[in-house]
């Protein structure tokens, strides 16, 4: 097999005419075939420069012509330009090309005049898709690697026809999210239109429908940029270990531009957290047990709530179809161990896990933003409940700018806080102490010290 590969520039005579000549012997010799790269005049010179640096070649005219070598083992082997070419037609095949000047000329011209159409065309083609922009920072985070290939998925995404996937980390070395970027691609999932790379904040957010933060600092910097990048709708999750309710609420205080609705940070890792650990007591699957409640600070004073939970396929005394569940309250009964030991075993579930794998539960804390994003985009049930940190809402008589975590649904892509919640004293309490902790959490965060401020000292001030 003759594999030959022949470049040159769209509006050259020569190039034209060893087309032609190439063309003919394809269709004459089976074994002969012809690879034709066309480029454009004025890129023609940075192309031919690169080309020949790659190969170690020396040629400085159009065309140029070379023999594929794959099959043997080895390089590409250079043949030359288009005399080169001709000869050795001649010489190997006993065929030449006998084509007047004008005719050369016309093909030349008709040869440009066809890239620039399909140049024409692919740019209106480009223009026509709207991709999806997603933006996730530390996106070199084993949290971001969980994450990267559902958020290119329509389960998450419905409607969407393409997804441009924008991943940041400031820390991280720009080798390390070229091969991210590689590994990304190479998943060869549909929704996926490009994935970009990002080590600074020169295009961080530009065009973002969706902003996913792990950051554990620069979230004045980022209100900045997402209130004057990011499109009006964007939908923005906070997420991480600690401080996300302070981190959110930074967020908040330096955006102008864009509802505070669209920015949340989610408590549905602790809910899931809370929900094994019941199911675990009542032997029965996580899935079973619904409707868990998280108030309060997501990384500090929280409570569990479960007067809205709910758990099927309990093997009690009362039973039912699969469709059939009972309050968790009911079947537990034990006030004082959901008061206190429930409460603290949850608090400490996730430390358990990192001290036992010798790292944070990235794979749940990923399933719980894709929770979350499931239902902002319209998949989930009308009665689901999940708990967002959201801007401390009114009806709380809580203190303003505070971002606390409370029961919401989502109806048509938006979220509305929960309201036939009973509030009883205990619950009260508890919500005054965490909306207090998250007040002096405010009062000494800052841009440099958000993280470096121990919880301890905090809570003991």
Request: charge should be negative.
């Amino acid at each position: 097999m003759a594999k030959f590969v022949l470049a040159g520039k769209t509006d050259c005579p020569h190039y034209a005419k060893a087309e032609l000549l190439a063309d003919s012997l394809q269709r004459c010799l089976p074994n002969f075939r012809i690879h034709k790269i066309s480029v454009l005049p004025h890129a023609w010179k940075e192309w031919l420069e690169d080309t020949c640096t790659r190969n170690g070649w020396k040629h400085e005219q159009s065309p140029l012509v070379w023999r594929e070598l794959v099959d043997q083992g080895g390089k590409a082997m250079l043949l030359g330009g288009f005399s080169e070419f001709l000869e050795h037609c001649q010489d190997y095949y006993s065929i030449t090309s006998d084509m007047p000047t004008d005719i050369m000329l016309s093909v030349a011209s008709e040869n440009l005049e066809t890239k620039m159409n399909s140049i024409v065309e692919e740019q209106h083609r480009v223009s026509l898709i709207k991709p999806l922009h997603i933006w996730l920072s530390s996106a070199l985070s084993p949290t971001g690697h969980f994450l990267i290939p559902n958020l290119l998925s329509a389960e998450v995404f419905p409607n969407t026809s393409a997804i441009s996937l924008h991943l940041l980390n400031l820390e991280g070395k720009e080798e390390q999210l070229q091969w991210l970027r590689m590994e990304t691609e190479n998943l060869a999932l549909p929704l996926l239109y490009q994935v970009t790379i990002h080590t600074d904040l020169e295009q961080a957010f530009k065009e973002a429908d969706v902003i996913l933060l792990q950051d554990e600092y620069r979230y004045r910097e980022y209100g900045q940029l997402i209130d004057t990048r990011a499109n009006r709708e964007v939908k923005v999750i906070v997420s991480g270990d600690s401080f996300v309710n302070l981190r959110c609420s930074l967020l908040l205080d330096n955006v102008n531009l864009i509802d505070s609705n669209q920015f949340v940070t989610v408590a549905t890792q602790l809910e899931n957290e809370a929900r094994a650990i019941i199911a675990r007591k009542l032997k029965v699957r996580t899935s079973d047990v619904t409707h868990v409640i998280v108030w309060g600070n997501i990384s500090g004073s929280f409570y569990i709530d479960l007067q809205r939970a709910k758990v099927f396929n309990y093997d009690g005394p009362i039973k039912g179809p699969a469709y059939f569940s009972q309050p968790a309250k009911h079947i537990l009964q034990e006030r004082k161990w959901l008061e206190t030991d429930f409460q603290e075993l949850v608090r400490c579930q996730r430390a358990a896990v990192a001290s036992k794998t010798c790292r944070a539960a990235p794979m749940s804390l990923a399933n719980g933003i894709l929770e979350v994003l499931k239902a902002w985009n319209g998949i989930c049930g009308p009665d689901e409940i999940f708990s967002l940190g959201v801007l401390c809402p009114g009806d709380y008589n809580l203190p303003d700018g505070i971002v606390l975590s409370v029961p919401v649904i989502f109806t048509d892509r938006k979220w509305s806080v929960l309201s036939d919640v009973t509030r009883e004293d205990n619950l009260k309490e508890r919500l005054e102490i965490a909306a207090n902790e998250l007040r002096q959490e405010k009062e000494l965060g800052s841009e440099d010290n958000t993280v470096a401020v121990n919880k301890k000292e905090l809570m003991d001030d």
